[in-house]
């Protein structure tokens, strides 16, 4: 996986952020989603490579990065701190802007980012999510079932942690392996990579202040950039997969547009991880927008 990157780690917003770092050209960002790394993007990392310096990186919590102590509001992991992060991975390796592709959990670091950073990201494109206050606000009873993890993970501490820590493989079976396309788009390679993150001291307490901070501080956040008025001003492009849960409980394009002001996207053949199951057809859309504002950079 990942021949020709590098793997590294620097000290940024005071946490340490795992990442890998291949290609040359303009910046590009990946962010991974629950409850995985930055390996979601193996399939496709060399292939962005060659028209892209690109960065796939662990998010705070998650995979080698630092899993700070929790507090009481969960601000550690709010996603102003977790954008933080990034931006000043990007800038400590020479990139004042650059693009993002992120999925998932790692999709809701990047709409945070752009908001609290305007100017800096180029182009987004967000995979299989609506904008976290929107899910929120409409859940019910069918996304409840499908992501019942969202209200599993964010009750008081110690009672998640405790149960992850008991169990992590069966833990990322129950979440993985029950989406539309089950454990097949899961290489063996990246779900042992999956399987010895999860496994690390500090995991459990990441995942789980993650999401609470996601039911908290966040919406806090995105309440008030609403009734700011404030915009995505960048071009954005988001995709989610025919097969899941976004796209049947929710109206993506509609909810993204309450927010930005410069939408496209569409469905895609597949489930939930769309980069590990359809990789060629998320490239097919992907990348040509991506290409679409590209300024050379970095490094």
Same mark, same amino acid.
């Given at each position: 996986?990942?021949?020709?990157?590098?793997?590294?780690?620097?000290?940024?917003?005071?946490?340490?952020?795992?990442?890998?770092?291949?290609?040359?050209?303009?910046?590009?960002?990946?962010?991974?989603?629950?409850?995985?790394?930055?390996?979601? @993007?193996?399939?496709?990392?060399?292939?962005?490579?060659?028209?892209?310096?690109?960065?796939?990186?662990?998010?705070?919590?998650?995979?080698?990065?630092?899993?700070?102590?929790?507090?009481?509001?969960?601000?550690?992991?709010?996603?102003?701190?977790?954008?933080?992060?990034?931006?000043?991975?990007?800038?400590?390796?020479?990139?004042?802007?650059?693009?993002?592709?992120?999925?998932?959990?790692?999709?809701?670091?990047?709409?945070?980012?752009?908001?609290?950073?305007?100017?800096?990201?180029?182009?987004?494109?967000?995979?299989?999510?609506?904008?976290?206050?929107?899910?929120?606000?409409?859940?019910?009873?069918?996304?409840?079932?499908?992501?019942?993890?969202?209200?599993?993970?964010?009750?008081?501490?110690?009672?998640?942690?405790?149960?992850?820590?008991?169990?992590?493989?069966?833990?990322?079976?129950?979440?993985?392996?029950?989406?539309?396309?089950?454990?097949?788009?899961?290489?063996?390679?990246?779900?042992?990579?999956?399987?010895?993150?999860?496994?690390?001291?500090?995991?459990?307490?990441?995942?789980?202040?993650?999401?609470?901070?996601?039911?908290?501080?966040?919406?806090?956040?995105?309440?008030?950039?609403?009734?700011?008025?404030?915009?995505?001003?960048?071009?954005?492009?988001?995709? @989610?997969?025919?097969?899941?849960?976004?796209?049947?409980?929710?109206?993506?394009?509609?909810?993204?547009?309450?927010?930005?002001?410069?939408?496209?996207?569409?469905?895609?053949?597949?489930?939930?991880?769309?980069?590990?199951?359809?990789?060629?057809?998320?490239?097919?859309?992907?990348?040509?927008?991506?290409?679409?504002?590209?300024?050379?950079?970095?490094?």
């Amino acid at each position: 996986m990942f021949v020709g990157f590098q793997k590294d780690q620097r000290q940024v917003n005071g946490v340490q952020i795992a990442y890998r770092v291949g290609g040359s050209g303009p910046g590009l960002l990946l962010l991974h989603g629950h409850p995985q790394t930055h390996v979601i @993007w193996h399939k496709i990392a060399e292939r962005l490579s060659q028209h892209f310096t690109v960065v796939a990186a662990d998010l705070r919590g998650y995979g080698d990065s630092s899993k700070p102590a929790a507090t009481a509001d969960h601000a550690p992991y709010a996603k102003r701190e977790m954008g933080r992060d990034m931006i000043e991975l990007m800038q400590a390796l020479g990139f004042a802007d650059f693009s993002v592709l992120a999925h998932d959990r790692g999709a809701r670091v990047a709409h945070r980012m752009a908001l609290d950073h305007p100017g800096v990201i180029q182009r987004m494109a967000l995979l299989d999510i609506a904008p976290t206050l929107a899910m929120y606000s409409q859940t019910n009873e069918a996304f409840a079932r499908a992501y019942w993890h969202w209200f599993f993970l964010i009750r008081p501490a110690p009672l998640p942690e405790t149960l992850l820590q008991a169990n992590p493989e069966q833990y990322l079976r129950s979440v993985m392996g029950t989406r539309s396309a089950g454990l097949a788009p899961f290489t063996d390679e990246a779900f042992a990579e999956y399987l010895r993150c999860a496994n690390l001291p500090g995991a459990a307490r990441g995942v789980c202040e993650d999401y609470r901070a996601s039911a908290g501080i966040d919406l806090e956040h995105d309440r008030a950039d609403i009734a700011a008025g404030n915009h995505l001003q960048l071009p954005l492009l988001v995709l @989610w997969g025919a097969d899941g849960t976004v796209g049947k409980c929710f109206e993506p394009l509609n909810e993204w547009r309450k927010v930005a002001t410069d939408v496209r996207g569409q469905a895609l053949p597949g489930g939930h991880y769309l980069a590990e199951e359809i990789p060629d057809e998320l490239l097919a859309n992907v990348l040509p927008f991506l290409l679409g504002h590209a300024r050379a950079g970095g490094l």
